[in-house]
């Protein structure tokens, strides 16, 4: 996962530094995850766009990595505008954004987090989203750890 991350970072770095953002890094190390590589960094460079599009300058976006006994865990936090209670199930539609950002014209489509979703549920993964308007979000993904076949 740390390597997937370093790719992700790679690729958004420019828009980050566009906004004088930074990242925070937390990372457990040799989290080794059952996946597509690209599509794994498909996921967090998307991930990572949203934190950066939705949130004001000078803020901070925390990036951890971690496991569990059947998951690697990647978290992409935010101190941005966050998601109203009633919208945060209704954004993985296809096409579906938040009126706020609609109107602030950050020349999106809707299909990133919709993507996201799907990748993620074929690695028979998880998302979950923690958000509180003002405040931030965290995105929180979970992908099966690599079994050991010996
Ligand atoms: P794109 O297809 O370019 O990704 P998008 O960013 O609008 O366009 P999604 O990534 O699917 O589309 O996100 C859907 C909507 O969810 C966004 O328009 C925005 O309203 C909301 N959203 C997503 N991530 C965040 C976030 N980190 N903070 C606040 N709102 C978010
Ligand atoms: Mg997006």
């Known amino acids: 996962l740390q390597e997937v991350l370093n790719r992700a970072v790679e690729l958004t770095i420019p828009r980050l530094a566009e906004k004088n953002m930074q990242f925070h890094v937390d990372v457990e190390r040799d989290v080794i995850v059952a996946g597509d590589f690209n599509r794994l960094i498909q996921i ?30 990647v978290e992409v936090e935010d101190q941005g505008i966050g998601i109203e209670k009633n919208e945060i199930a209704r954004v993985f539609e296809r096409f579906y954004r938040v ?12 299909l990133g987090l ?10 028979h993964g998880k998302i979950q989203v923690e958000s509180t308007v003002g405040i931030g979000t965290c995105m929180k993904v979970l992908i099966p750890l690599r079994k050991n076949v010996n």
């Open 44 to 73: 967090f460079t998307n991930l990572i766009t949203n934190a950066i599009t939705y949130s004001p300058e000078n803020t901070t976006i925390t990036l951890r990595i971690q496991k569990n006994d059947q998951y690697g865990i």
């Open 99 to 110: 009126d706020k950002a609609r109107s602030r014209n950050s020349g999106g489509t809707g």
């Open 114 to 123: 919709a993507i996201v979703k799907h990748i993620v549920e074929a690695h």
